[in-house]
């Protein structure tokens, strides 16, 4: 049975009037009054709703109530046992989400989380972040003409494994499921492997020294291959373990012709290969380790005289493998945001936004991106470049680095091209840095060739070094501190759940609530 009160409309009686003047007071001023003015009147507990029969059964716990609660729990970083406590005790709590009843506080951790599964799978923590934050803009009468653009690579709650430890991780999770859902298939397994990969009796192969793995390792890939031989057209096929090992097969396994079984070197095997099979979806990056990459945007405001007069909302935020380069997450941050009217004129970014395809996207939309662009290849070991030439308007060279004028200019297959004098380039002083000086020290024809690409790249890089361009992109480094309170004031950086769907949610939730807290001095008397 449904129970969804309307927390949009007040009560005749003020319910927290026992509580004094001064302790309502300190409520109205803090981020419980923000949470339940402009949080919990948007919570789409309609959407929720459709899970229960409207008449038959036991009544529900008010949806807002709960689905307020999911969110102060990824705010506040707590556990399911303590975000219980908090809606049975806390009188902060109670009044951000307006509890009208005492049954409202009867929750259990099994309902927290069944209703938390039910929102993942609904996809409701991608409404509750966009209906709110927009409605937190309205409110606010924000200006999201000017936006900035990062991302950061964060963990979710998972270990670090072997290769090793994989397999057996696998195997050992495969015949767990096994054992629950097939009993009868269970009861073919040698009782040797469940010792082995489940119960971990005796000389198992999970902790291994690093001497032990070269033997250790085509163990447990024969072990799979085997079970994976064993269960193939059987129930257990469909089972999601099942899957996990067939894909940790094909993406560290390989067998040739005569059946023989190989190990992949770690060279062979994709970045976006499975670490841990508690958490398939999190994959590697060279750089930056293990887990997911996050992606974030948000408002700025261009405060001259130190006085903030407007809070940075976070806007759009996406979970990445890490395998996905930044260039490929501007375009759908700009579709989002644009979806949703609240499409900046400027994004301002890092190196990575900033690639060639972004811009035109970005220029198409009427976005400007203000984003540094990829430097010339060798300018560290302070080699000359394009734009150390002289150029004249319809991008052909006028002259050198030295003043020395070319010998010819021309535009021939969609390329420039400029010669020079091959005495002028071997006598001059700059030929051990300029490129048509190298070609002149080896015998053969200076010549600067370059595309029309090349050129606007060059007006670009030489614009960045404009005091216009630098007043510009100096409002990017603020968002450097919204990354870093999202991962350490709201624990994204230390997450309890695993799993990109988990993930997601935490997420988005942590951003709407950093959204929520910065709007307090805004939004409360």
């Keep these: 049975m449904l129970n969804i009160r309307d927390h949009s409309t007040g009560e005749l009686f003020n319910r927290w009037g026992h509580l004094g003047r001064n302790r309502v007071k300190r409520l109205q001023g803090s981020w419980a009054e923000v949470f339940r003015a402009h949080v919990l009147p948007k919570l789409p507990a309609e959407e929720l709703s459709k899970e229960f029969d409207p008449v038959m059964g036991r009544p529900t716990i008010d949806l807002a109530v709960v689905l307020g609660a999911i969110i102060l729990q990824q705010m506040f970083n707590l556990t399911d046992s303590e975000t219980v406590e908090a809606i049975a005790f806390n009188i902060t709590w109670h009044y951000a989400l307006d509890v009208r009843s005492d049954s409202d506080l009867e929750m259990t951790d099994r309902t927290l989380r069944s209703y938390r599964k039910i929102v993942i799978e609904r996809g409701l923590d991608e409404a509750i972040f966009r209906d709110i934050t927009d409605g937190l803009i309205k409110a606010l009468g924000l200006d999201t003409s000017k936006q900035r653009m990062d991302s950061t690579a964060f963990k979710s709650a998972m270990r670090e494994l072997t290769r090793v430890g994989t397999f057996v991780e696998t195997i050992g999770k495969f015949l767990r499921e096994l054992k629950r859902k097939a009993p009868t298939e269970y009861e073919r397994v040698d009782p040797e492997v469940v010792g082995k990969y489940v119960e971990r009796d005796g000389d198992g192969c999970f902790g291994v020294r690093p001497t032990e793995s070269g033997k250790r390792l085509p163990e447990a890939a024969e072990m799979l291959r085997e079970l994976l031989g064993m269960f193939r057209g059987t129930s257990a096929e469909g089972m999601e373990s099942f899957e996990l090992m067939k894909r940790l097969f094909e993406e560290q396994c390989d067998v040739d012709e005569d059946g023989n079984l190989r190990i992949k070197t770690p060279d062979e095997m994709s970045s976006d290969h499975m670490s841990n099979p508690s958490d398939p979806d999190s994959t590697f990056n060279g750089y930056k380790g293990q887990g997911y990459t996050a992606q974030v945007m948000e408002t700025y405001t261009e405060d001259e005289h130190g006085e903030k007069t407007a809070p940075d909302i976070i806007t759009y935020v996406a979970v990445n493998k890490m395998t996905e380069p930044d260039s490929?997450?501007?375009?759908?941050?700009?579709?989002?945001?644009?979806?949703?009217?609240?499409?900046?004129?400027?994004?301002?970014?890092?190196?990575?936004?900033?690639?060639?395809?972004?811009?035109?996207?970005?220029?198409?939309?009427?976005?400007?991106?203000?984003?540094?662009?990829?430097?010339?290849?060798?300018?560290?070991?302070?080699?000359?470049?394009?734009?150390?030439?002289?150029?004249?308007?319809?991008?052909?060279?006028?002259?050198?680095?030295?003043?020395?004028?070319?010998?010819?200019?021309?535009?021939?297959?969609?390329?420039?091209?400029?010669?020079?004098?091959?005495?002028?380039?071997?006598?001059?002083?700059?030929r051990n840095r300029c490129p048509c000086g190298i070609q002149a020290k080896k015998g053969k024809r200076p010549r600067l060739w370059y595309r029309y690409t090349r050129v606007e790249r060059r007006k670009r890089l030489l614009y960045e070094k404009t005091a216009e361009f630098l007043e510009k992109y100096r409002w990017r480094a603020g968002i450097e501190a919204t990354i870093s309170r999202l991962k350490n004031w709201l624990k994204l950086g230390n997450l309890r759940v695993r799993g990109r769907p988990a993930v997601t949610l935490a997420l988005r939730l942590k951003a709407l609530g950093l959204n929520v807290f910065r709007s307090v001095p805004y939004l409360t008397i």
């Design 328 to 430: 490929a997450a501007l375009q759908p941050a700009l579709d989002e945001v644009d979806e949703r009217g609240i499409k900046p004129e400027t994004v301002v970014a890092d190196t990575s936004y900033g690639a060639d395809a972004n811009r035109v996207d970005a220029s198409r939309r009427g976005v400007e991106v203000v984003a540094p662009t990829h430097p010339p290849k060798n300018y560290k070991s302070g080699m000359l470049s394009l734009e150390h030439f002289e150029l004249d308007v319809n991008g052909f060279v006028v002259k050198c680095p030295a003043g020395h004028a070319p010998k010819s200019a021309n535009a021939m297959s969609g390329r420039l091209d400029a010669r020079f004098e091959k005495s002028t380039c071997a006598a001059c002083e700059l």
